[in-house]
């Protein structure tokens, strides 16, 4: 078993959870049935377990221009309450990590990356803010993080807040947080997540995780909310058409590469570590394209199988495997940008066998509730 366990894993235990070994973290993959937890997500809600991602702050007078220099995005107009999806690059403009920042006050900010990541990106924040009159502590040990996701996520909640509470909840943006007081314990509440569904990320103290797993169990228990493992969590952010670290993107790519454009801000004046080698890719071009792909069989494609156009090899699959709630499957691929507009047939070679596929927009599923 790896040594890293979060505060919820005998919680996890005593649920009959099958775990896997996830970035070195021991993590639940399922509880019982990977559709039943997906479809769950979809029609009612889910609980995950999260803390295994980072959690570090940045604050003091300098920490929104530190975090301008040491990310891709411009972070001294962000409102305080809100959220803001950001990129981490390396000097030649590989991407690092994907992470999310929130504004908790005017010079304190929460900076979340994936759980592989989170050390590397404690350091490089580190090295980055040097000059400027900002701290970056890593906090990632004793904090947990609770994702409750779904539709009926928002009901679920409101229903463990004092009754003065129940509009502020309900007026919290997506991509916004606020703290709440759950069982006299303050709660950071972020209407985040990584499904496609409405629901919230839960920032607490490790101390009080399993408290407040089980108060969010209970309280779902008459409203469909089951707990959920990796597996769902993965079928669903495809679906959803969310890129995953060490997937869609590497330190191999670029955000432009990822069709991240929107992301990096290059606006004068906006000095950060790798600006000039993502200037030079912007003004190049890119030679490959992240697009999505429906399958028009029944076979999946999985992550490293080729993409095929008229026999030869135009592209590579990323993540790929049947959608749950479509029915048909799905999949990520870096392919030729020649062959990226929506609609363009290809196949994807499955061990020896080509199968039709079709270039199409993403998110593949969107919600309409």
């Not at 809600?45 to 702050?57: I, K, Q, R, T």
């Not at 924040?125 to 947990?144: K, N, P, Q, W």
């Not at 950060?272 to 399958?295: I, K, M, N, Q």
Request: proline share 6%; charged share 20%.
């Amino acid at each position: 078993m790896s040594e890293r366990t979060t505060a919820l894993y005998e919680a996890h235990a005593a649920l009959g959870a099958h775990f896997t070994d996830f970035g070195g973290w021991q993590m639940p993959l399922r509880y019982g049935s990977e559709l039943a937890e997906h479809t769950a997500v979809r029609t009612a809600a889910g609980l995950f377990d999260l803390s295994h991602m980072g959690e570090v702050w940045v604050q003091g007078p300098d920490a929104a221009a530190a975090l301008s220099h040491a990310l891709v995005g411009v972070f001294e107009p962000l409102a305080v309450g809100r959220a803001k999806y950001s990129l981490i690059v390396a000097q030649d403009g590989g991407i690092l990590d994907d992470l999310i920042v929130y504004r908790i006050t005017p010079e304190r900010f929460l900076v979340v990356p994936n759980a592989g990541n989170a050390e590397l990106v404690f350091t490089e924040l580190t090295t980055r803010a040097a000059g400027f009159t900002a701290t970056v502590t890593d906090a990632s040990a004793h904090t947990a993080l609770i994702a409750l996701q779904g539709p009926r996520a928002a009901e679920i909640l409101t229903g463990l807040l004092p009754e003065a509470e129940h509009e502020t909840l309900a007026a919290l943006r997506y991509y916004a947080a606020h703290e709440f007081s759950i069982d006299d314990q303050p709660v950071l509440v972020a209407r985040t997540g990584y499904t496609g569904e409405d629901g919230f990320e839960l920032f607490i103290p490790d101390t009080a995780a399993p408290g407040l797993w089980d108060t969010l169990l209970a309280a779902g228990l008459t409203r469909g909310l089951i707990p959920c493992g990796l597996a769902a969590r993965d079928s669903l952010r495809l679906e959803a058409g969310m890129p995953l670290y060490g997937n869609e993107l590497t330190s191999a790519l670029t955000p432009f590469d990822a069709g991240f454009d929107r992301v990096v801000n290059l606006d004068e004046g906006h000095d950060f570590v790798g600006r000039a080698a993502l200037e030079a890719a912007h003004a190049t071009g890119v030679r490959r394209v992240l697009v999505g792909l429906r399958g028009e069989g029944r076979r999946a494609a999985r992550a490293g199988y080729p993409i095929l156009v008229d026999g030869e090899a135009v592209g590579t699959v990323t993540s790929g495997q049947p959608s749950p709630t479509l029915g048909f499957p799905i999949a990520f691929a870096y392919i030729d940008p020649a062959y990226a507009t929506p609609g363009t047939p290809v196949q994807a070679d499955l061990r020896g066998k080509p199968e039709a596929f079709t270039v199409t927009a993403t998110p593949f599923y969107r919600r309409t509730r």
